[in-house]
């Protein structure tokens, strides 16, 4: 009989030295090695909407002025000459790049995913770039110079 209790003891103490190590460690109890999960993104990456998006570049745009007001007084503040960038355009310049859809920007750096939302347009002249962003009866326009190469 004492036998029994013997291994008996040396069960509930093993069991109890596995289970506060774990605890201790951390260990997980399961890991399941035939289905592998993706790794969460690199928390430096920025994904989201950004009204300011190519403020937020600087090794790609420098922007040089801001004016806010109705639409129509923010209309007449567009440089002369600048012409505006039809839907669809895909301009890169150095790792940044803008794609224009219709009424918003989509600009990416690496990792890096902005959305400008609508109701924006974005006008090119020369080294400039002009994005007029009107939300209610207010608009802003930006104005940015190019600084990294095509």
């Known amino acids: 009989m004492l ?15 596995i289970v506060t190590t774990r605890v201790h460690l951390m260990l997980p109890g399961h890991v399941n090695f035939w289905k592998a999960t993706a790794p969460p993104p690199p928390p430096d990456d920025t994904i989201g909407d950004a009204p300011w998006a190519l403020s937020a570049l600087p090794d790609c745009f420098v922007q040089r002025s801001e004016t806010t007001g109705t639409q129509a007084y923010v209309d007449t503040q567009i440089p002369a000459g600048a012409q505006p960038v039809p839907d669809g355009m895909r301009l890169s310049y150095g790792p940044c790049t803008i794609l224009v859809r219709k009424g918003e920007l989509l600009v990416e750096r690496g990792s890096d995913q902005l959305r400008v939302p609508p109701r924006a347009t974005l006008y090119k ?21 190019i600084i990294a190469n095509h």
């Open 3 to 17: 036998r029994y209790y013997a291994i008996a003891t040396v069960i509930v103490l093993t069991i109890a030295v």
């Open 125 to 145: 002249s020369g080294n400039t770039l002009v994005l007029v962003r009107a939300t209610g009866k207010t608009a802003v326009l930006r104005t940015y110079e």
